[in-house]
């Protein structure tokens, strides 16, 4: 864990990671989750996003005129996100690092599917106040077991014809709050070591930077086909966490 590759590795995920989502706006947490898990395992993996996906998404939160709006939209989904996060406490301090990766490498396969395909169209608004708390402790148990916050609480987002600013703030609000109720979840576990976190603040650095260059890019590339780059990239990288190298 002290090596220089290892620190290496951590900066470069982190520029890549804000790369994307300086972009598309998102990934940033998707992708350092899947390439960190890739190399070291995703328990040592989770508590290495949260300082870099606290704050940029709590920026990302606080961005737009919809904060209020969205918070009394959608306050079903985060109650019960962070019930779901802690319901499943216990099973993920009692699981190997092995069966949680084989979880997320499926719930990155299942998101990259959404991303790929045009289940986008569908709009669930007229059932929204069955749905959202129904999606809310899903995806909270899926983040507490695999530290992943977008399965399935992003494409729901993304079927309840929210505008396109709506929608950015929407993730940022959820995410927020998912990885803050993850952070204490692990806390309360002893899950989250000083030296990780150190790491993790000092991550936020070529985070911003990538962050900073991809809103240069995004100007200059065509988001489309980014988007889909991104997806086919998150497709076999979450194949890879399930048939490669066990950590």
Known sequence: MVEPQFYFIVGATFFLAGLTKGVIGLGLPT??????????????????ILIPSLVTNLL?????????????????????????????SEVFANSSSEQLSLILGISIIIYSGFGLSSINSLNLTKREKWYSPIVGIVTGAFTGLTGSFVVPAV??????????DQFIQAMGIWFSVATGALAVML??????????????????????????IGQVIRRRLSEIR?????????????????????Q
């Open 31 to 48: 992708v350092s989750l899947a390439v960190l898990t890739a190399f070291f395992g995703l328990k040592d993996a989770i508590p290495l």
């Open 60 to 88: 990302q939160a606080f961005s737009g005129p919809h904060l209020k709006d969205l918070i009394k939209r959608f306050w079903s989904l985060l109650l019960a996100g962070v019930t779901g996060i802690f319901a499943v």
């Open 155 to 164: 494409p729901y987002l993304q079927s309840l014809g929210l505008t396109r």
């Open 187 to 212: 806390g309360i576990r002893g899950l989250l070591p000083m030296d990780q976190n150190i790491i993790s603040t000092a991550a936020l650095l070529p985070a911003v930077i990538g962050m900073s």
């Open 226 to 246: 980014f988007r889909r780059i991104f997806f086919f990239s998150l497709l076999f990288m979450g194949i890879y966490i399930i048939v490669g190298p066990t």
